[in-house]
C-alpha cells in the first residue's frame, strides 16, 4: 500500500515522471498485491500524461490479461482511459 500512495502523492501533484516510476515500483516488487491492478492503471495514466501514448497502451492491455477478475470499478476506468487514449 506504502508503494502505492507514494505514487498517487505524486500523481496528484501532476509530477508524472514520479509516479510512473513509484507506480511501475509497486506494481513490479508486488504484482499479487492488493493495490497491483491500481498500481499499473495509474502507470498508464501517468505515461499518457507524459505523451507515451503507446507503453500507456500497453499498460493497460497488460491490465486486462493480468487481472481479469479485477473490480467491475477498475475495469471500467481502464477501459474509459484506453478509450480516450484510441488504444486498441
Known amino acids: 500500500n506504502a508503494c502505492f500512495w507514494l505514487g498517487q502523492i505524486s500523481f ?23 493495490k497491483a491492478p491500481d ?9 499518457a500524461n507524459l505523451g507515451k501514448r503507446d507503453d500507456a497502451c500497453a499498460a493497460f492491455k497488460q ?18 482511459e484506453s478509450g480516450r487514449l484510441g488504444c486498441r
Open 39 to 47: 498500481s499499473l492503471i495509474k502507470l498508464a495514466v501517468s505515461l
Open 12 to 34: 496528484i501533484g501532476k509530477d508524472f515522471a514520479k509516479s510512473a516510476i513509484d507506480f511501475a515500483s509497486s506494481y513490479q516488487k508486488f504484482p499479487d498485491g492488493s
Open 63 to 80: 491490465f486486462g490479461t493480468q487481472y481479469p477478475t479485477a473490480s467491475s470499478a477498475l475495469k471500467q476506468s481502464a477501459a474509459a
